[in-house]
């Protein structure tokens, strides 16, 4: 079973908007500490686009000017990127963090495998 579930990348069209969700899998995850979203453009490094922690507290990219929402459902180990007015330059592959323990009290840090968001008319 993956332990981590990315769905909702896509093409769009510049402005529009696209929601990413990732789910935690409840068999790998005892709790969960952070959740977040990185992206990586080609020939460029993996940067952090937002994250939450389980008490809700976001830290967002600063070039997101207000443009995306990061949330989180606890009660489904899950949590989503709402992105709007989307740019050409938002075009990366997408990926979901996940911070957190497992049933044995260790402490895990899990990548997703990665969503691929294309912005072009």
């Known amino acids: 079973q993956a332990q981590l579930v990315e769905s909702g990348g896509g093409l769009v069209q510049p402005g529009g908007s696209l929601r990413l969700s990732c789910a935690a899998s409840?068999?790998?995850?005892?709790?969960?500490?952070?959740m977040g979203w990185y992206r990586q453009a080609p020939g460029e490094q993996r940067e952090l686009v937002a994250g939450i922690t389980s008490d809700g507290t976001t830290t967002y990219g600063d070039f997101l000017k207000g443009r995306f929402t990061i949330s989180r459902d606890n009660g489904k180990n899950t949590v989503y990127l709402q992105m709007n007015n989307l740019k050409p330059e938002d075009t990366a592959v997408y990926y979901c963090?996940?911070?957190?323990?497992?049933?044995?009290?260790?402490?895990?840090?899990?990548w997703g495998q990665g969503t691929l968001v294309t912005v072009s008319s």
């Open positions: 409840r068999r790998i995850f005892s709790s969960i500490s952070t």
């Open positions: 963090n996940v911070k957190g323990t497992n049933w044995s009290s260790r402490t895990l840090e899990v």
